[in-house]
């Protein structure tokens, strides 16, 4: 379940964003095994929410 603080729009755009790139390391480098891209993902996942650092704003 998500979160209800998050925007819809935002995990859309973050999904899209996963897949494009997905799509594009599979293109350039070929298979990834799926052991990979399992653990990379529950990193992400874990990660603290870091709004003070940020303040909600993007980066770069």
Same mark, same amino acid.
Request: proline residues 7%.
């Given at each position: 379940?998500?979160?209800?603080? @998050? ?6 755009r973050t ?7 997905? @799509?594009?390391?599979? =293109? #350039?480098?070929?298979?990834?095994? @799926?052991? @990979? #891209?399992?653990d990379g993902?529950?990193? #992400?996942? =874990? ?14």
């Amino acid at each position: 379940m998500m979160r209800a603080d @998050v925007s819809p729009d935002h995990v859309a755009r973050t999904m899209i964003a996963a897949v494009l790139g997905f @799509v594009a390391q599979q =293109s #350039l480098f070929g298979p990834a095994p @799926v052991e @990979v #891209l399992r653990d990379g993902l529950r990193a #992400l996942m =874990s990660m603290p929410d870091d709004h003070a650092a940020t303040d909600g704003s993007q980066l770069g």
